[in-house]
Each structure stands twice: as C-alpha cells, then as structure tokens.
C-alpha cells in the first residue's frame, strides 16, 4: 500500500493559549517527516488562532490547516473530534500526534475510534523503521514505544495493517527545539460547518490557575518516593528542597500515597524534567519514574535498598535511611555555606 | 427514574509483576497475575448505585474478560448492582481498546434503556483512558471524561464538574452520555453482607457449563434457568449472542499490535558511592559546589 507521508500534529490550547507540549510534538513531528520524506502538518482549531498558526512555522510546521470559528474558543469533544476525523478521512495523513494531556486524551480515542485507526497512549519515544512483521515487510512503521505493565517491560507497539498511525506524547518528553530559521509560511483555512450533535455539550463556566509548580523550569530538583514511608518523613525532603534552592518532586507512589500533590509527579504518567541536579529520596527507580528524569545533568540516589534500580542511573549513591541522611546533608550544606 | 450502566475491569494487580508473564506474542498472560477490581470502576459503579437511590432505576454492571473476570461482577453484585454481563469469548483476546469498545459497544446496544454509562477514567494495567471515549464514539453519544463531581440532574441534562489542565470546568450534557470518572469522587461502599450472603452463589454460563463437566446428572440449560429464577444468573455473551463481525474483535480486529517486547534491563550503574555520613555528604557537596551546581 502507498501512503501519503504525511505527519500531523494536534495543536492544542488553553484559554487561547497554545500547549508547550503541542510545540515540542512539532519538533519530533518534523524529525519523523525528515526520516520519512515526507511533510509535517499543524492541525489548528479554535477561534482568533492566526498567530498560533504562524508560531508553527518556528517549530517545523510545512503547512498550518486552521479551522477558526468563534464557537471551536473552547475545547469540546464532539465538534473537534467531528472535525479532526473528516480531516483524517479526507486526507489520510500517516501520522497524527496529540498531547498526552487531558484534551488530548479526551480527543485523540474518539479520533482513533472513528477512523479506525490504532492508538498508542503516552509513548516515551517515536522512531521511524522498517520492519518485518509477521513474515510481511512494512516500510517506514511509526514505532511507538512505552513502558507497560508496571515498568517491568517497554513495549514497542506497531499498526502494520491501518493508514494513519496515532499516538499521545507527554509534555516534556519530546524536546522544544526552535529551527534558527522558521520555515515558508503556508496557511491554509477550512470552514467549519457546525452539526447540531455538536452543542449536546456546552461549557458553562470555566476555572484555571497559571500553574504555579514549574518544575521543568527548575535548575534543582528533591524528589521523594513512597520509601519515605510517611508524609511527615515527606516533609524532610521539603526541608532539603527549601534549604538548597530546589523545587519538590514525586513518584507516582509519593502522589498516590497522598504525600506530595500530582502536579509535581515527575515520570511517564507525569511531568519528564532534565534539571542540572536531581536527587531521588526513597524513589526505588521503576522505569515510569525513570522516564521522566534520566537525563538529569546529575542525580543523586539516596535509598535504604542498595539494590534499588534507581543506583543504576545514579552519579552519586548513598545508602541510608532518609530520615537520618536528609538532616545530615542539610546540616552539611549550611556548614559549607558559612 | 436513570438507568446505568457501568463498564467494569479486572486487572492485573500491576504492583506484582514479573517479566515472565508475557506471552510470547507480547500479549499477557492474565492467568499468571493477581488480578483485582479496577479501583476507578469501584468508582464508577459507586457513582450509580448513588444515582439510583436518589432519583430510581437500575444499575446494570458488564464486563469483557476471560471467564474468571465474573469475580469482579459477583463483587458488583455485592455492591448493589442489579444485573451483571459477562463478555467473554476466546474470539476477544488480545484485544486493543478499539477492538474492546467495539465488542462494549455492541453489548451495550443489546442491552439498551440507559441513561448513563460509567467507566472508570482508565484501568492500572495500561493507563490509555482510551475505552470510554472510544466506546461513546460507537455509540454516538457525548463523553464527559475525568468527572469530578456531579453538580446537577434534572430531567434529559447533567452538570459535570470536570477536571481540565490547570484547573476544572462545568459542562451541561444531553442524555444519553459517558461519563469516565476520577479516582477520589467517591468513596466506593464496603460488601453488603446480606448481599454477599445472597448473591455469592451466582455463576456465569462458564462456571455452570463447568459444573455440567463435573457432574453428568446435571444439564446446563437447567441449570441456567434455575440460576436464572433464584436470580443467581451472571448473564454471559459470546460472540453467538452479539451482532457482531468477528473480524474487528480481539487480537484480529486490533490495529495495534506488540512488536517487541523488552524487560528492562538497565545499564550497569557507575555511580559513585558516598557515605552516609557528615563527611561523605559533606565532600559531595563540595563536589556539587566544583562543578557551579551549589553556591
């Protein structure tokens, strides 16, 4: 079967605001349809959404299709879904990729459901290859990889025998990469004709806070894990964090547990950080942890367990009780800081 | 007066996973692992069972696994669930999420009368979040996904509260809808002991046709029927009792497929050891304080 080569992003945004991880799937969009031959397409819907549409080209973007109508402002499922998948089935692109956030999450099933085509949630990366499945060769495959089952295995998932290959990214997990030359701007528009099953769902009220936790920003970075055992323990590493100028962490455990609130969950379910120092407190180092903060500049292990995963990736281990490792160090900084 | 019906999953209990129960195709071996009820579902199922004691109705609970997962739907049961399915063929396995919300899909047609459809916002083992929005798409109907809390029911509309990056929003939706739920909404009731004492009996077609084997005075049709009178019947569907193609169900009818799996085998550390000690943290920091990372 011939394809078109075409890679599609999603452009997302909100309260007009378009997603940094939209951006960053621009840059791997553009690195895919370089290895493929082929072009990369922002899909941008929404309302007074030209200078989105002109922010793509700084990202890779050959083409910015725009749906503008004052009634697509906000993101609702039914008529961005309608839209995205008449598109697909149009133009039969050969990947789209969305945010894994919850728009995206939202979105990209009820896409995927409609056109048939295959899936995959929250990869950790996107290659282009061939590959001989099953006796049969497949030219130029989106490989779609992730950790599953509990971090014990990365899979790498294939859709050999469908047109359009889809996928939710993280953000942070693809790298921002702005081209020192934005490429030719081309913008084409597409009007949107509005069904009536597209209101089944309206908006009545909408509620956001800017995001005050920016932990990607963050130079340091103090993490706990579920091994710090209690939330007051927890608080230790609060301590650490506060006294050597760091933002506070977690595993998915730490968040589950109650000890430290999801918008600091670092790993695949959470946010992917690359600080210049991240020190793992009580956090044995599960692949879906590790996903998000391996390439930390340093890291620094601090774990009871000496045989926990999270040494493997360390530059510096120690092996000890956090409860009487963290007021060491602390007290160890303030004397050197004298 | 809202029915519901709610799409319930047994899990493998990812906290007790080892690499060798992967098949060799890449698909899992289920058998293998712990398996447990899917705490968003409990979630879910919660939600309606409130919804039925305020405004009436029923509470319809199904599920599509092998015959084992009729653990989860006795559990339903004991909740307070009215009705249970069981969807279950060899023809499912190895089923992606669109080739599961199809099957779904199908079985919630047959089974119609609904209001609402509950699903938990996405199952421990995968964490897609892609079944409700996929099975809502087949049914042509609206999604509300990642619920928070329900502000209002009147009549054919729903408030949601619902989560959004950054913050929430309340959305108004039409009847018929799914809605995928979050974990904390509610707190899911502990077992009925009277009913658990009621329905710890009931079997799916599965478990009796497995009885008939070990019993040769026994006939399975019945025993359906008495299991049916005494209400004690997991109603179950096979591929027979859908209108379905076959062809888009299971491992055949999954667009993704497991090209390579890999345990996870990590690069050997070279990391540095530092005592636990005042001195060993404090040349550490020292070090950290070199290379303009501290200070």
């Known amino acids: 079967m011939e394809f078109k080569n075409e890679v599609w992003v999603f452009i997302e945004q909100r309260g007009g605001k378009p997603a940094d991880v939209s951006f960053e799937l621009l840059c791997k969009g553009n690195k895919l349809a370089e290895t493929m031959g082929g072009i990369l397409k922002a899909i941008v819907i929404g309302s007074g959404t030209d200078e989105i549409a002109k922010q793509t080209f700084k990202y890779g973007a050959d083409e910015a299709v725009v749906i503008d109508n004052p009634s697509l402002k906000d993101f609702r499922t039914i008529p961005y879904a309608r839209i995205l998948q008449n598109l697909v089935k149009e133009n039969i692109p050969r990947i789209v990729l969305f945010g894994a956030s919850i728009i995206g999450r939202d979105l990209a099933p009820r896409v995927a459901s409609h056109t048939k085509s295959g899936l995959t949630a929250d990869c950790t990366d996107l290659q282009i290859s061939d590959v001989k499945y099953l006796n049969e060769n497949h030219s130029k495959l989106l490989l779609q990889i992730r950790p599953a089952f509990g971090g014990n295995i990365i899979a790498t998932i294939i859709t050999p025998d469908v047109p359009t290959q889809m996928a939710t990214v993280r953000e942070g997990v693809m790298e921002l990469c702005p081209l020192d030359k934005p490429k030719k701007e081309k913008i084409t528009k597409i009007e949107y004709k509005p069904e009536p099953i597209d209101d089944l769902v309206q908006i ?80 044995s180092g599960a692949i879906q942890h590790r996903a998000g903060m391996q390439d930390s500049s340093k890291i620094i292990a601090i774990n009871s367990d000496p045989e926990a995963p999270i040494f493997d990736i360390a530059h510096y281990g120690v092996v000890g009780d956090a409860t009487s490792v963290i007021p060491q160090f602390i007290e160890a900084y303030k004397h050197k800081l004298k | 007066m809202y029915n519901s019906i709610v799409l319930v999953k047994q899990v493998p209990d990812t906290a007790n996973i080892s690499g060798k129960v992967m098949k060799d195709d890449g698909t899992v071996n289920r058998s293998k692992l712990p398996a447990i009820f899917n705490v968003e579902d409990k979630v879910s199922l919660e939600l309606a069972l409130q919804i039925k004691e305020r405004y009436g109705g029923k509470v319809t609970a199904i599920t599509m696994g092998p015959p084992r997962a009729s653990d989860i739907l006795r559990e339903c049961l004991f909740m307070g669930a009215d009705d249970v399915y069981l969807i279950s063929d060899r023809k499912f396995a190895g089923a992606d999420t669109l080739a599961t919300s199809y099957v779904l899909s199908e079985a919630i047609k047959q089974i119609g009368n609904f209001h609402f459809i509950f699903a938990g916002r996405q199952a421990i083992d995968g964490d897609t979040a892609q ?70 009996g009931a079997k799916s077609l599965i478990e009796l046709e497995k009885l008939t084997e070990e019993n040769s005075l026994l006939y399975v049709d019945k025993l359906v029927h008495e299991y049916k009178e005494r209400k004690l019947y997991i109603n179950t569907l096979t591929t027979d009792d859908l209108n379905i193609d076959v062809n888009r169900c299971g491992l055949k009818g999954s667009p993704t497929k497991v090209f390579k799996v890999e345990s996870v085998v990590l690069a050997s550390g070279g990391h540095k050891k530092i005592e636990a000690t005042k001195a060993g943290l404090g040349e550490l920091i020292d070090q950290l304080m070199s290379d303009h990372i501290f200070g």
């Open chain 1, 204 to 283: 009545i009220k909408q509620h956001r806070e800017e995001n005050k936790v920016n932990l990607k920003a963050a130079p340091i970075i103090v993490a706990g894990g579920y091994g710090l055992g209690t939330k007051e323990n927890f608080r230790m590493v609060e301590e650490l964090a506060h006294t050597i100028g760091a933002e506070v962490a977690g595993s998915r455990a730490a968040v589950d547990a109650g000890f430290v609130t999801p918008d600091r969950q670092v790993g695949q379910t959470g946010v992917t950080v690359r600080p210049k120092l991240y020190i793992a407190i009580g956090i």
């Open chain 2, 131 to 200: 079944v409700g929005p996929q099975t809502a798409e087949k049914l042509n109907i609206p999604q509300i996904t990642y619920t928070e809390e329900i502000v209002d029911l009147k009549k054919d509309k729903i408030q949601i509260k619902r989560k959004i990056d950054g913050g929430y929003e309340i959305v108004e939706s039409k009847l018929p809808v799914l809605l995928t739920v979050l974990k904390d909404v509610v707190t899911p009731r502990p077992f009925s002991a009277k009913r658990v004492m009621a329905y710890k």
